[in-house]
């Protein structure tokens, strides 16, 4: 078998074990091989071949693995469902109490309690979602 061939086998096993392992590490090391085998398709002796690379995979995984490992783990700059509902401002569609009431939220009717049991927020009013509680919003009236 042509060794070009053995680097290809060896760059697309990596492939597929880095989707399994999700580390960066394995596909950086498949990248390696795939430069490693577009050398041996060249005809480049052997050994070269081994130096190219074991320099190709030691400057992968020192340089580009902690760059992706930073991403990977960084935190979430988007909120999503429920959560990017919190600081919104909607409108009351009936009076909201702290036991009842119905808000328009970004184009949908949501139950709706006041922020607090003293606070009676009439029909009208724009609010602002202060919290998400299963499927009621708690809001705040803006002045």
Excluded: C, N
Aim: net charge negative; glycine share 10%; charged share 15%.
């Amino acid at each position: 078998m042509d060794a070009w061939l053995v680097w290809l086998l060896l760059a697309v096993a990596l492939g597929v074990a880095e989707i399994f392992t999700l580390t960066a590490a394995l596909g950086l090391l498949g990248g390696a091989a795939l430069i490693t085998a577009g050398l041996a398709a060249l005809g480049v002796p052997l050994p070269v071949q081994l130096v190219v690379f074991a320099l190709a995979s030691a400057a992968s995984v020192l340089l580009v693995r902690p760059v992706a490992a930073r991403h990977m783990v960084g935190p979430q700059t988007q909120r999503f469902g429920v959560d990017a509902l919190i600081g919104k401002s909607a409108y009351t569609v009936r009076e909201v109490t702290a036991w009842d009431g119905r808000i328009r939220l970004d184009g949908e009717e949501w139950t709706a309690h006041s922020f607090d049991e003293t606070v009676v927020i009439p029909e009208g009013t724009t609010v602002d979602v202060l919290q998400i509680s299963g499927s009621t919003a708690i809001v705040y009236p803006r002045e």
